[in-house]
């Protein structure tokens, strides 16, 4: 079993949809990153949390560190958010600074 | 602006050859990663170096080899290439500390071992 697993695996929606991503782990950490992926390979880092709740546009991502479980929510859904979304976990045992990541969601937003 | 660049965004290879993949950062990180990426796998660590000619094996290191002689480039190194290191490889770098911090990713180096 992954130590990260994240849900759906691929997800369709229409433009203006509100979207979940949710992501389990089951291991204790220090923080927790939502990361984007576009075709062709690039990823950029959207979030970094450890508690509560961060927005960022139409982003947002939520944590319960008790529950090992967060989320990623897209409100109002555009054609250009369609990527992967991966979940990331830095655990409090082990090596500093390195990350255990999910396998990702595939997201596909249609007009 | 952080920017981490890779050497070459697609490769070609044969097997049994030697092949670098080399990475450069200009955000003085001390923190740099080698990840390969693979359908279904997700993202794997295979190399971490965090300080000049410091590495630590990842979870998969096995095939591969890595050198730092300057804080700014981290290569990646396939001693003798095969099929099965055909594979989207990835670098990252980030700061070192107590906290978590981001870490910025290359543009990717698809790679095909023939």
């Known amino acids: 079993k992954n130590e990260v697993e994240q849900s759906p695996q691929n997800l369709t929606a229409q433009e203006g949809e509100f979207i979940t991503i949710n992501c389990s782990y089951s291991v204790g950490i220090s923080a927790l990153h939502w990361l984007q992926q576009h075709p062709g390979g690039g990823i950029v880092s959207l979030f970094m949390l450890s508690s509560g709740k961060k927005k960022h546009g139409r982003l947002i991502a939520t944590i319960n560190i008790q529950e090992k479980h967060s989320s990623l929510h897209i409100t109002a859904s555009h054609p250009r958010d369609s990527a992967v979304y991966i979940c990331?976990?830095?655990?409090?045992?082990?090596?500093?600074?390195?990350?255990?990541f999910g396998t990702g969601t595939r997201l596909q937003v249609t007009l | 602006d952080v920017k981490v660049t890779q050497s070459s965004r697609y490769l070609v290879k044969r097997t049994g050859e030697k092949v670098f993949l080399e990475c450069v950062q200009d955000?003085?990180?001390?923190?740099m990663f080698w990840y390969r990426q693979d359908p279904g796998l997700g993202l794997r660590l295979i190399y971490f170096s965090y300080d000049v000619k410091m590495k630590e094996k990842g979870d998969i290191p096995e095939g591969y080899s890595v050198s730092r002689e300057k804080k700014e480039r981290f290569s990646l190194i396939l001693e003798s290439a095969s099929t099965n290191q055909t594979s989207m490889y990835l670098c990252?770098?980030?700061?070192?500390?107590?906290?978590?911090?981001?870490?910025?990713f290359g543009p990717g180096t698809r790679l095909t071992v023939t």
């Open positions: 990252a770098s980030s700061l070192e500390g107590p906290s978590s911090y981001e870490q910025y």
């Open positions: 955000m003085d990180h001390e923190n």
């Open positions: 990331a976990v830095r655990p409090l045992t082990g090596t500093a600074s390195k990350l255990t």
